[in-house]
């Protein structure tokens, strides 16, 4: 039995009453934080489609009914409705903007009536604009400090406005506008799990009898508060490192259950997850290079912090000189490894974990650097001259190479390209030699020897005729 449809089993066997019973010995556990809950519930046209007993708009309105009386008794809850769909029929052309309000927020002792009252009166007509709904939800959820914002959408079909819900919900999340959306799909075919799992936590509600089932599932979810915190420590163990992926696998199973790109929210600190407790994480953070923490389990109802070192600091790499067409890119690895941990390109900065690396910089000739300091919170700035491009012309195919020339000793550089006549290359500023023999000449000396320096930025003719 799968982690959800076993959560799924033990939820089905608790009736209304004891589910009540159980959250709302939670909400008094967690002092007076209130939970805000806005239903954002699909009136769109396809609701009118065959489901089970009825069509799915019948079956929708009884369950939801049942189960909002199951809320009036709950105490620091409060629950408000948006609608989308049910204001302009979708024929001659679909409305875009179809989506209000219908009940703002109050709380669960009165709105759960006004709600239910309004889903009765409904009536689909419309299309399905969910990324302009969530979009509108935000003036929805009036300010307050000491609250929860969850949204749970129930819907029936995707996207049909061109919209990008899932764009839309990450950039929310982000602003601490609400947490991670709980979607619960009626009668959707189980493909459109992927569509919806980047936008909030999925639910399949593949037949009306275990509909009641996944709304008890992801309200208990929703505000037994079993949330999540991951504090990406800086070098003074302060959690103020951010702006890096998170992946966290099902230490079981290895597979992905959750992305997420670390945040810290408009309050300064890192922004809560809300995670399934039932699972046992090991997380692996997207850093240069990545660290990682196995075997983390959750605690059900709690706000749980998981701590990880990743002091991290700043490497530019930039070109000093004339701007050129050639821009080289930099092979980084850890000081004294050679296992390359990033190919980084000049003009570009990045991250990196506080410590020492090497830098091979992919120019001709090469440049190494060892032992290149990365510091907490700071940049290092690596600057190497703008190359020049030496333009060879040959009057026929043949063979030679380009060596550096310090006065006392010859290192190799490149081979030139036998197919051909005419060639750019790009060089470090100094002085060269090139050696060249033409393909049909058979004496060795008649060799070709062509010294010339290289200045940035400035094109350098070198004839072999």
């Given at each position: 039995?799968?982690?959800?449809a076993?959560?799924i ?9 004891t589910?009540?019973?159980l959250?709302l ?8 934080v ?5 239903f954002?519930?699909?009136d769109?046209?396809s ?13 929708a309105k009884?369950?939801?009914?049942e189960?909002?009386?199951?809320l009036?008794?709950l105490?620091n809850l ?8 049910h204001t302009?029929f ?9 989506t209000?309000?219908?009940?703002p927020f109050?709380?669960a002792?009165t ?6 009252q309004?889903?009765q009166?409904?009536?689909p007509l419309?299309t399905?604009?969910i990324a302009?709904?969530?979009a509108e ?10 609250c929860?914002?969850?949204v749970i ?11 990008n819900p899932?764009e ?5 999340q ?21 569509v ?13 009898a275990?509909?009641g089932?996944v709304?008890?599932?992801?309200l208990?979810e ?5 949330t999540?915190?991951?504090?990406l420590?800086?070098?003074t163990?302060?959690p103020?490192?951010?702006d890096v992926n ?32 039932a699972?046992t994480?090991?997380?692996f ?18 706000h ?18 004339p701007?050129?067409?050639y821009y ?9 490894d ?5 190919v ?40 190497i001259p703008?190359?020049g ?6 009057a026929?195919?043949?063979?030679g190479?380009?060596?550096?020339d310090?006065g006392?000793?010859l290192?190799w ?8 006549q ?6 470090q500023?100094?002085?060269y030699?090139?050696?060249y ?14 010294k010339?320096?290289?200045a ?6 070198v004839?072999l005729?």
């Open positions: 039995m799968t982690t959800k076993s959560a089993f033990k939820i089905k066997h608790l009736t209304l009453k589910i009540v019973l959250l010995c939670l909400s008094n556990s967690f002092g007076q209130t939970n805000r809950i806005l954002i519930f699909d769109s046209y609701m009118y489609a065959p489901w089970n007993s009825n069509i799915k708009i019948e079956v009884k369950v939801m009914g189960f909002l009386d199951s009036k008794s105490p409060e629950l408000a409705l948006r609608c989308y769909g302009t979708i024929k001659p052309e679909r409305n875009c903007k179809d209000k309000l219908e009940v109050a709380a002792n709105n759960a009536v006004k709600i239910k309004r889903i009166k409904l009536e419309g399905t604009p302009y709904s969530l939800c935000v003036a929805d959820f009036t300010p307050c400090a000491s929860r914002n969850i959408l129930i819907t029936d079909g995707i996207e049909e406005c061109q919209g899932c839309v919900s990450l950039a929310l982000k602003k601490g506008i609400f947490l991670r959306p709980f979607v619960i799909g009626v009668g959707l075919d189980v493909k459109f799990a992927d919806f799992g980047c936008m909030g936590k999925f639910y399949d509600v593949s037949n009306e275990n509909f089932d709304l008890k599932l992801v208990t929703a505000i037994s508060q079993t999540v915190e991951v504090d420590l800086d070098i163990k302060k103020t490192e951010t998170m992946t966290f696998y099902d230490a079981n199973t290895k597979q992905i259950k959750y992305n997420y790109l670390h945040t810290i929210n408009h309050r300064g600190n890192p922004d809560t997850l809300v995670l399934d407790p699972i994480y090991d997380l953070v997207h850093t240069i290079p990545p660290v990682e923490k196995k075997n983390i389990t959750i605690v059900r109802g709690k749980n912090i998981i701590t990880l070192d990743a002091p991290q600091g700043m490497l530019t790499l930039e070109l000093d000189g701007i050129s067409k080289p890119t930099t092979l980084v690895r850890k000081s004294g050679l296992k390359t941990l990033n980084q390109d000049f003009g570009k900065t990045e991250k990196y974990i506080v410590g020492k690396y090497d830098l091979e910089i992919l120019t001709l000739p090469r440049i190494r650097l060892q032992d290149v300091e990365i510091k907490q919170s700071t940049t290092n700035s690596i600057k703008t190359s491009n030496v333009y060879i012309t040959k026929g195919n043949g063979y190479s380009i060596y550096t310090d006392k000793k290192v550089v490149c081979n030139l390209n036998n197919a051909l005419n060639e750019i290359i790009y060089l500023p100094g002085n030699k090139l050696e023999r033409y393909e049909g000449v058979k004496e060795t000396i008649k060799t070709i020897e062509r010339f320096t290289v940035s930025g400035i094109t350098t003719n004839k005729n």
